[in-house]
């Protein structure tokens, strides 16, 4: 089915769904405000921007990030537990759903296409490597990569390694750098040059 | 269910496709598409009228979706299928008033729809009172299993919905995480009450799952539940 | 390789669709259509013109077709685009060539073709001038296994044409039969020369590959080459 | 892609190999008439119409069935090794290729849409009792089932169970009465009310 067959489909059944009093047409202006405003990657950048500053509460996001996050009131779901899992030297950490697409909404906002297709899922467990050099991300061969499947309601965030030269900016600067992909863990912060 | 849904480590999918965001490393957010988000509160209203008993119950309607069609129809073309299964399943619409509406629309007659493979639909006892804001619930007994313990998971067979990807059964793994006990999908999503059950995480090495040509020093973590696994030998 | 190729088990395909043979309990048969015909002929041009080196070399290019290709194209149309890969591969026809035919024929620009992901073309020893009629051997060395042995088969990873199905792997089975040595499909098919391996047939209880699901008394047998096979303990 | 699409882009493969010397377009006639004729189950039928009156054939053909049809020359081709498996009361054998749609043309002719299509090739090998009743086909509980998964160069053929009542036919008789299905394992031959 083409992207235009399913907006036909769907536009069928919401007509359908509305004339029986099963949907609200205004619900989803509210879902699309939600979505497009309030909830998305700018909230996790938020939480990593202040860990990386906040030596106290990156500990607390480490060690439990839903008690971490509670403050924050975000809204958008898919976090019934946020698991988040630092990069290191040693370490890199990358996230996906092979059976799905679970993601946590809450903090990083709707999933990518890429997240979502069969090419990400079906390959990312079995050669993360690999995957990661689509994204131009070149790990070095003795940093272990671990991969996390999130296969029940357990949401995971990547928290990246701050790039050399960013300890200066303010909390409010590194929110629109750092970015979704490097709390999936596809991507590694780099201070591009300008 | 083995479905279509369960790619982990397979092979022939091609590279990765980057979004606007991936390539402009910049934040894009939201719904790219209009009908993306009226398929998102369809799904909502499924849940609020009881076409979707629960989250395990709504993903399975994704995963009978006809295998072609899983591949085609994209994340918010799954959620369509899975959404008029449920529908039409719940008594809400009829197949022939989906159908009818669409080819009014201008639908071409020939396009493909989601399949419903045939189902009883299960009955679902009506929500609890009590008020979860999580699927994790008190443990109804004991853990089994304990952090460092090495297990391997087993497939409970059938055709219903599962949470155990094909991809790490029958391989050894070590437990590196506890959650507690959660709602257990393979029973949830079929009517068989929320059934908890505890949850870990499993840590496998990528040699051990992907044989001599695995990617070097790649390790693979995944939250699997208690009925799956058994101690390795 | 782990492709969409590898059905056994896998759940979500539907019912059987009859032919006419079937439904009329009759002798039907031959050739539906002529294209068909004509498919079957280019895939024996292709071993006449060298650009299918032998049969294990065939199948992995259908094995290669894009996974929506492979399920939606029927048996034909998958063996029209294992020829086309092979054909662009041995460099006989450029793609464009076929894409330009393809469009003066009247055919849809936007119709999906197979894909072909890129894989370095192996380089094949010509064929041994010894005829063989079969793909059956004289073995290298003495079979390591005899019949009634346990087994359990492992994949031996990579992306190559391999002829081990993912739903036996990890299970233990028994040796019901020994074949003596063939060509082995894994080296075969992609120019590492014929390294005939034993062949044995082995031998699967229903319930230990399906779990406790599984139908009563069904054996599943199949024959499996000597190096996906250990001992099982 | 569909079947119209298909053709029309083999349509064009052949034209472009013809124009090139690299297909003789006669060679598709050949093989039209090959399969057509002279290729087809009614070579299978006659081997287990003489198996059912030839005990020492039919003792040959289970003992090593490729030398027991080897004095036939059929042709088709993919019969390297053929191993012949008897249905009884207590056995019923079902064949299939789950790789690809291996089949022993020699004897069977080409395979069935149904043998090469995603449902069957599925299906057989974890539910064989279940989709044998799509082909009406009801196996007693008691009965084993035995399914061959050929996927190596070994076919299988299976030789059916003479109904009763059949005794007294021809061989000659027999091959049009005994069906395709029967020899892959999907049907359980029965005597037909007229």
């Known amino acids: ?194 | 269910m083995d479905g279509i849904h369960d790619l982990g480590g397979k092979q022939g999918f091609g590279n990765v496709e980057l979004d606007a965001s991936s390539i402009e490393k910049r934040h894009i957010h939201g719904f790219n598409e209009r009908w993306h988000a009226a398929v998102f509160t369809i799904m909502n209203s499924l849940f609020a009228h009881g076409a979707a008993a629960n989250t395990d119950h709504f993903r399975h309607s994704v995963e009978r979706i006809d295998p072609i069609n899983y591949l085609s129809d994209g994340y918010y073309g799954r959620w369509l299928g899975g959404a008029e299964t449920m529908l039409v399943e719940a008594g809400l619409l009829t197949q022939d008033e989906v159908n009818n509406r669409v080819l009014s629309k201008g639908h071409k007659v020939a396009e493909p729809i989601a399949a419903r493979p045939a189902e009883q639909s299960p009955t679902f006892a009506p929500r609890s009172a009590a008020y979860h804001p999580t699927a994790q619930r008190e443990p109804l007994a004991n853990p089994i299993f304990a952090i460092g313990d090495n297990v391997v998971a087993h497939s409970l067979g059938g055709t219903g919905h599962t949470r155990l990807p094909s991809y790490v059964r029958g391989i050894s793994g070590q437990i590196i995480a506890a959650h507690g006990a959660w709602v257990f999908p393979d029973a949830n999503a079929h009517g068989h009450g929320e059934a908890p059950k505890h949850l870990y995480t499993v840590r496998y090495q990528g040699a051990d799952l992907w044989g001599p040509n695995a990617e070097e020093s790649v390790v693979l973590n995944i939250d699997l539940f208690e009925p799956y696994l058994e101690l390795a030998q």
Chains 1, 4 share one sequence.
Request: one cysteine or more; aromatic letters at 8%.
């Open chain 1, 1 to 194: 089915m083409s992207e235009k067959s399913a907006a036909i489909r769907a536009e069928a059944l919401e007509s359908l769904l509305v004339e029986k009093g099963l949907l609200d047409a205004a619900r989803i202006d509210d879902v699309l405000t939600l979505y497009n405003e309030r909830v998305g990657p700018m909230n996790g950048a938020m939480l990593v921007a202040k860990a990386w500053r906040d030596v106290e509460f990156k500990q607390q996001l480490l060690a439990d990030g839903t008690a971490a996050i509670a403050q924050f009131a975000f809204e958008g779901g898919q976090v019934d537990k946020l698991v988040v899992v630092e990069n290191t030297a040693e370490v890199h950490n990358v996230v996906v759903c092979t059976l799905c697409s679970c993601y946590p909404w809450a903090v990083l906002g709707l999933p990518p296409k890429w997240y979502k297709d069969p090419a990400y899922r079906s390959r990312v467990v079995r050669e993360p490597r690999a995957v990661l050099t689509d994204f131009g991300t070149h790990l070095p061969a003795e940093q272990e990569v671990r991969v996390w499947d999130s296969s029940a309601e357990v949401r995971y965030m990547v928290l990246p390694v701050q790039p050399k030269g960013w300890e200066t900016l303010s909390e409010d600067e590194l929110v629109n750098k750092i970015t979704r992909d490097s709390m999936i863990g596809v991507e590694v912060l780099a201070e591009v040059a300008e």
